[in-house]
């Protein structure tokens, strides 16, 4: 086993570490304030390398495993969560023709995604059907070499912005996962219509939107995979995108933490920084023991993927933690603060706010345990 970086992985890193610290960092709270898109920083990041990494060379990507393009979602979190969630999301969005296309819908979708800048999203949750993928209501009927379809998604991630999307629905609802077909559209095919974008607790610049289906018709050749093979490609998808999840929470948890050591080493309390105070010091142990923790999960996951190993209850075990972890640091870093931590003159407020959704979206940790338990016990 061996833990040290090689020159390329140290280059990648300082790519995305610079990017954050130069692009990110001073703009993250103005665009949480006012929850405008930062289309203009995330098309930077496209031209800099920073997205659609998990794209094979051969299409025109940068042909990242999941562990190296983790190192580059971790360090972009540490800039701002909800501008990392928007790059991040390409690559959701575009797993599924990874995970499900023929070859010739490889070269074009992906070849698409990196000769120009373009935004793909992943819509797959619904209304009543965001834990339960198996009951989802939008239905898809053939209709000679084509399909229609009729329905709502939502809490779909750049919604708004992309310019197209993989998209899953129901050619027979009885039949649950069996009956789920999988598409890759453009976003203006008529009968499309975005709802408005969601006013969000926490990553604010991220957008999120429901989208409306009204007879929207796809030619057959849009399909990805066989009919009622959906379910597979969106399981397989989520099984390489949760390490992806675990890496942006490590890198606002690391946020938290480095905020938290400087405050501790500045603010004075009792005529002494507040880091000399045993109080505080064990807040920043914890805090620095569980990112160690969820680091190493995160590229143990990304690992096995790497390797072609089935990865489900390891993803799903790392996704878990992290985000978990996460929750917590920042709300000890909060702590730490104190009544400053809880205004928006210092970072960490909204570190913790971002930090929500992270144990929420890509299955919430309820979802996640459920994956974890079942492995354990079909074992
Ligand atoms: N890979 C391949 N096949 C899989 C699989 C996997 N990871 N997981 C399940 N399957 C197969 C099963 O083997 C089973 O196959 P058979 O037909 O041969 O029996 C079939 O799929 C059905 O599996 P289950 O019985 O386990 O299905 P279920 O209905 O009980 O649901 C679930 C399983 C894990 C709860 C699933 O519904 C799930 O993951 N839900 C969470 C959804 C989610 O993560 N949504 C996130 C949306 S995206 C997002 O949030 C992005 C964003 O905004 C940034």
Known sequence: MDFQLSDEQLALRDTARRFAEEEIKPVAAG???????????????????LMNLLVPEEYGGAG??????CFIWEELAW???????????????????????SEGQK????????????????????????????????SVEKDGDSYILNGTKCWITNGGEADCYTLFGSMDRASRHKGICSFVLQSDLPGITKGKKEDKLGQRA??????????????????LGEEGEGFRIAMQTLDFSRPGIAAMATGIAQRALDESTAYAKDRKAFGNPIGDYQAIQFLLADMAKD??????LTFQSGWMIDQGANASKYSSIAKCFATDACMKITTDAVQVHGGNGY?????????????????????????????????????
């Open 64 to 69: 990242l495993g999941v562990m190296d393009a």
């Open 291 to 296: 990112i160690e923790a969820a680091r190493l």
């Open 343 to 379: 205004t928006k003159e210092y970072p960490v407020e909204k570190l913790m706010r971002d930090a929500k959704l992270m144990q929420i979206y890509e299955g919430t940790n309820q979802i996640q345990r459920v994956v974890i338990a079942r492995q354990l016990l079909n074992q």
């Open 79 to 101: 800039g701002c969560g909800g501008v990392a969630t928007s790059t991040m999301v390409n690559d959701l969005g575009l797993l599924p023709v990874l995970v499900g296309g």
């Open 31 to 49: 665009f949480d304030q006012s929850g405008e898109f930062p289309r203009g920083l995330i098309e930077k990041a496209w031209h800099l390398g």
């Open 107 to 138: 070269r074009e979708w992906l070849g698409s995604l990196t000769r120009d800048f373009t935004l793909i999203a992943f819509c797959l949750s619904e209304p009543e059907a965001g834990s339960d993928v198996a009951g989802m209501q939008l």
């Open 206 to 223: 991220s957008d999120t939107r429901v989208l409306h289906f009204d007879n929207v018709r796809v030619p057959a050749s849009q399909r």
